[in-house]
């Protein structure tokens, strides 16, 4: 059974930084794409920024130089590192990946990210 499992979030300060970590436990191939969607209060899941085995990255245009995403595929973690944070941020954070050999894709638990004005 695969699991993502993620780490960091918490509360800051509009302006300040946060780290989200994510790591795919079980028995599972080496991920495809792997990365991380967000859901705002109220709002849909979006779309934050992904990375693709290859080391293709895709980031929302609301985060665009302000998000960075790097990944370790031999590894299946991957970390979102957020700077300039913005109270429109906040939002659960979610986990995603799909697996090279596995069908469909797996979901985190979600990380509660809180930037106070």
């Known amino acids: 059974q695969v699991q993502l499992v993620e780490t960091g979030g918490g509360l800051v300060q509009a302006g300040g930084s946060l780290r989200l970590s994510c790591a795919a436990s079980?028995?599972?191939?080496?991920?495809?794409?792997m990365g991380w969607y967000r859901q705002p209060p109220g709002k849909q899941r979006e779309l934050v920024a992904t990375?693709?085995?290859?080391?293709?990255?895709k980031y929302a245009d609301s985060v665009k130089g302000r998000f960075a995403i790097s990944g370790d595929n031999a590894a299946n973690t991957v970390t979102l590192q957020m700077n300039s944070l913005k109270p429109e941020d906040t939002a659960v954070y979610f986990c995603?990946?799909?697996?090279?050999?596995?069908?469909?894709?797996?979901w985190g638990q979600g990380t509660q990210v809180t930037v106070s004005s």
């Open positions: 995603n990946a799909d697996f090279w050999g596995s069908f469909g894709s797996y």
């Open positions: 990375i693709s085995s290859g080391g293709y990255r």
């Open positions: 079980g028995s599972v191939g080496r991920f495809n794409n």
